[in-house]
């Protein structure tokens, strides 16, 4: 949680050494969840974040939650823009999932991605870039 966190402008400015220091002491084997708002997806918030990412050389999946605040039609806008990988222009991120925490909606899917994810990287094995969900690609 990055994004709309009430605390002190200091201890933002501390959040990068933390997070820097959690990249630099990992074993490059782990999945990057990347949460957001499905309402605003791909914010300057999260374009700053991910932007300070990089390019992480193992995967992550882009999870945008509170679909069940979207109008049909905006679903249905960002499900075309997904299909057309617009979200997914990074490397390191490989699938979107669609969720809704309050609604438990795509929890499932997205616990079995989270499996399939680490037991494939147990093995040694890339996945191909896909949409998950059932929203096109995997």
């Not at 309402?39 to 918030?45: E, I, N, T, Y």
């Not at 499996?115 to 949409?131: A, D, N, P, Q, T």
Request: aromatic fraction near 8%; hydrophobic fraction near 35%.
């Amino acid at each position: 949680g990055y994004g709309y966190a009430e605390v002190s402008k200091e201890l933002k400015k501390n959040w990068q050494a933390l997070i820097q220091g959690f990249f630099d002491n990992q074993n490059n084997n782990f999945l990057l969840l990347c949460v957001q708002d499905a309402r605003f997806p791909d914010s300057p918030v999260d374009q700053t974040f991910i932007n300070y990412l990089g390019d992480l050389p193992e995967q992550g999946f882009l999870i945008l939650n509170k679909i069940d605040k979207l109008t049909q039609k905006d679903l249905s806008i960002l499900i075309s823009q997904l299909n057309n990988k617009q979200f997914l222009n990074r490397g390191w991120m490989k699938e979107a999932h669609l969720l809704s925490t309050s609604k438990r909606n795509g929890i499932n899917q997205l616990k079995k991605a989270i499996r399939s994810s680490m037991i494939k990287s147990l093995r040694g094995l890339r996945g191909e870039v896909g949409v998950g969900d059932g929203v096109g690609g995997q």
